[in-house]
């Protein structure tokens, strides 16, 4: 089956960075969209960012010139720079990709399992 394999999170004071990774792995025809999503107590999931196959990215407001989203294809590998991080960071962090695979018949989406990210003094 398809897995979304994250790493990267932790904790980190303000004003830190840190660097997400998000690997999909299994027999994969082609990936459409990667992105990171965040959701918080009390709170929706949001995007965060995405980025499509031919490198085109879209940002939430809230980390434009703070993150940033890449994709390496041969890797089949989604990444997000967060760069002066904020405590209203803190949130699980979650990969999302829309792929074709052998396991379904079209498009399907996946998801990671989510990584914590806290900001805090």
């Known amino acids: 089956q398809v897995q979304l394999v994250e790493s990267g999170g932790g904790l980190v004071q303000p004003g830190g960075s840190l660097r997400l990774s998000c690997a999909a792995s299994?027999?994969?025809?082609?990936?459409?969209?990667m992105g990171w999503y965040r959701q918080v107590p009390g709170k929706q999931r949001e995007l965060v960012a995405d980025?499509?196959?031919?490198?085109?990215?879209n940002y939430a407001d809230s980390v434009k010139g703070r993150f940033t989203i890449s994709r390496d294809n041969a890797k089949n590998t989604v990444y997000l720079q967060m760069n002066s991080l904020k405590p209203e960071d803190t949130a699980v962090y979650l990969c999302?990709?829309?792929?074709?695979?052998?396991?379904?018949?079209?498009?399907?989406?996946?998801w990671g399992q989510g990584t914590q990210v806290t900001v805090s003094s």
């Open positions: 999302n990709a829309r792929l074709r695979s052998r396991y379904n018949a079209g498009e399907y989406g996946y």
């Open positions: 980025i499509t196959s031919g490198g085109i990215t």
């Open positions: 299994g027999t994969i025809f082609s990936i459409n969209t």
